[in-house]
């Protein structure tokens, strides 16, 4: 309420949350608090103190398992987790609070790779480029399910682009955010040939059989975005950071959500960096 009121925002894109399904298991009532309860305050807040666009931070998650080819924005929401069952009850939240003064659109994101500046190596394309850069050889789970991309550059500027677009193509959708879609072992293959051709690939049996094949049609043919980064500079950048030494202590918590959230120290190191920052 009060930064609401004293900065009198146009636009809010709300990107904060307790981020990926093991994390949003440690703590249920925790999670249920941030990513729904403080949510869904932030959304209404925001209407009522007259910004004037919500941009939600949802999740490819929201489908849950899929038989279709290709997973699309019309296809029911049959959230299998905790965290993608948050993200389906606030997109209730703001589908109930939009009008014509009041434009919510949700971005349901693939899964995200490349260099930030606060990287996350819990993720499938970094975790993978970390093994093969810094373990010499590249760990598999699983290997046959099929993932869906996006590299950080092209998702920023997704959401950059929803801030000027015309509200009517927008209000009150939801557009799917991804460049390709692969197998982990093809992402694995994809890896090595980046690194290093003779690196090993072993492959781990896995219980998450998750899989799925995500549609980024609609953002390209109603919005006009099509992603200009490919998962190779994914790989690249992130390969050209280790070896710069701009990423270290790779091993340690402050790169992995789920560590950092059972980790009270890496918590508090985190806050100060933000706060730095």
Not at 20 to 47: E, G
Not at 150 to 173: C, P, Q
């Amino acid at each position: 309420e009060k930064l609401l009121r004293e900065n009198s925002p146009d636009v809010i894109i709300h990107l904060a949350a307790i981020s990926n399904d093991p994390c949003s298991d440690i703590d249920p009532a925790l999670t249920l608090s941030v990513n729904l309860q403080a949510t869904a305050d932030l959304m209404r807040a925001a209407k009522q103190h007259g910004v004037e666009r919500f941009i939600n931070a949802s999740s490819a998650s929201v489908y849950g398992l899929k038989s279709e080819h290709d997973v699309t924005e019309d296809l029911s929401l049959d959230p299998l987790t905790l965290y993608a069952k948050c993200k389906v009850d606030t997109e209730k939240v703001l589908d109930d609070l939009v009008d014509d003064r009041f434009c919510g659109v949700h971005v349901r994101s693939a899964t995200v790779c490349g260099y930030t500046p606060r990287l996350r190596l819990d993720l499938t394309i970094n975790i993978l480029t970390y093994h093969a850069v810094e373990k010499g050889e590249i760990r598999v789970f699983g290997g046959t399910q099929m993932r869906p991309n996006i590299h950080v550059e092209d998702l920023t500027d997704f959401y950059l682009s929803l801030v000027d677009e015309d509200a009517k193509k927008i209000n009150g959708r939801a557009f799917n955010v991804s460049i390709e879609n692969s197998t982990v072992a093809g992402l694995a293959e994809l890896v090595r040939s980046q690194v290093d051709p003779k690196l090993p690939i072993v492959t781990v049996p896995t219980a998450d059989n998750r899989s799925y094949h995500l549609s980024a049609a609609r953002a390209k043919a109603e919005l006009g975005f099509a992603p200009k980064h490919s998962l190779q500079e994914a790989v690249q950048g992130l390969v050209a950071q280790f070896r710069a030494g701009k990423i270290p202590n790779a091993g340690g918590a402050w790169y992995r959500n789920i560590e950092v959230m059972k980790d009270p120290q890496a918590m508090k190191a985190m806050a100060f960096e933000e706060v730095a920052r």
